[in-house]
């Protein structure tokens, strides 16, 4: 397989995605040599000047190791440079002869380690060159100097193009995949130095109004001024990300529940004291949680989510701190007991029988997924499971288009779009489940947050109004559920 034919962000994970427009470039034209391997050995990217150098017309590289391409003395020059790289250098090479059937040629072989921003050895490439040996030495002076200024550009193009993949656009704050980067690699730290970390969930209040009133620049504005006043006011060891719309999210390491609710009210307080230019006044509430020993990242998040959500319903502008959680030695007892578990409210009806139904049961099948994951159940009992969840939420979105369309709800159509995404999304990662590189935990996590708690529990509530005979039309207040009102957070 050549460059121009597989796909160059499968080649070496993330750490070579950012590159790829460059390689894209290269890999196909060049007159140099040009391959990626793994750290597993094989060779995951080509192009046809190495495939000509190291394979027999018709074979190609990928998938391939040097020692069933080159015979025993060039492959231990070229292990040779591989230790140098594992070893910590950048670069090494060796002089090596290459090519079949009598038509051998001598040839300058650069390896170059392939490092991910944090300096960690991703993979690695070669750059091969073939040169006139009575030239050599001149030759492969220049060939390395090239291949070095190369490399060096090549380097700092990914750190820069990582550092765009990791930055939401609009705001400058780190964007959701870099937050869940730093998410595991703070939790890797506190399970290894036992460093207290906490999490703050920061939502603008009421901020649809905002757009809605002065529209959606001003908007943007203001998210721009919160995350500047945020910056500002954390320290440099905390980092702040948006996780999505007007949600933001601060990791703070080695900071126990305290003092990240003392930092998390400091913010609120200059957020609140803060001039917005146009809106003049906003305000943010906040949900802190300190990371339990034993807490997955799900758990975590929901009890900061279940925290702002408390500070959402408890009026807003305020900061609501996450109860403690005794240590649990695997994290199922708590996980079982507690939210994550999806409890269901009268508040959450909308008194439509066909869609309070179809809400109740995807809460339910959410809730047997999780136990069937907490019980470790067999992978196939899983997958049924999950097979009835999926055809549950297609059932569900066709019976309530039904419903809201004959109710007249003007945005049915964008609903449909909605319920389309989630069915795409909802079946590409069930085919990563049944594939093996999506764990039950990730299915649960999408049915749990993005088709309950953020569609069923958040965009379906704007057709709720629809379907209520006029006369009956409130849910009668007495339980003011998170949801039962225009104050709901979600
Ligand atoms: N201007 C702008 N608006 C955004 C952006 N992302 C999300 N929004 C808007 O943010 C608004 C969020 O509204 P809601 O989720 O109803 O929340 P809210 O009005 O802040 O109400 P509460 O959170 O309950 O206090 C929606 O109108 C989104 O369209 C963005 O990047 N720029």
Known sequence: MTADTMPVDDVVGNALVPISGLLRLLLPTSAVGFAIKGLDGRYRLANPTIEELLCRPGEHLAGRSEDELVPPPTCSLLAECDRQILAG????????????????????WLKMAILAPDRTLQAI?????????????????????????????????????????????????WNRR???????????????????????????DHFKPINDQHGHAVG?????????????????????????GEEFLVLCPNTARATAAAAAERLRQ???????????????????????????WQEWFARADAALYRAKNGGRNQVQVAPEVACHANGKDYVAADFVQLVWRSAYECGNEIVDHGHRQLFADANRLL????????ADEIGTIVDRLLSDVVAHFREEEAVFTAAGFPAAGEHV??????????HRLLDHYRGGTRAAGDVFQFLAYEVVTKHLLGADRLFFDFLRPPATAMNPGSEVGPLASPDARR
């Open 220 to 244: 943007d504005a203001v998210l721009q001024r919160l995350v500047a006043l945020l910056q500002a006011a954390l320290r440099k060891v905390d980092s702040l990300g948006r996780w999505g």
């Open 178 to 204: 870099r937050i869940e980067e730093g998410v595991q690699s703070e939790m890797e730290r506190m399970v290894r130095y036992g460093h207290p970390l906490c999490l703050l969930l920061i939502d603008v």
């Open 270 to 296: 200059e957020v609140a004291d803060a001039h917005f230019a146009t809106v003049g006044r906003v305000s943010v509430s906040i949900g802190v949680a300190e990371c339990a020993a034993g807490e997955s």
């Open 371 to 378: 136990s069937a994951i907490l019980a470790d159940q067999p």
């Open 125 to 173: 490439a070669s750059l091969v060159e073939p040169a006139i040996p009575q030239q050599a030495s001149a030759a492969i002076q220049e060939t390395l100097r090239r291949l070095q200024d190369a490399n060096r550009d090549l380097q700092q193009m990914v750190v820069e193009l990582e550092q765009v993949a990791s930055t939401d656009r609009l705001t400058g704050a």
């Open 89 to 108: 250098e950048t670069s090494a090479s060796a002089w090596v002869e290459l090519g079949h059937s009598g038509q051998r040629r001598h040839c300058a």
């Open 417 to 426: 779009l909605l319920h389309q995404a989630l069915t795409a999304e909802a």
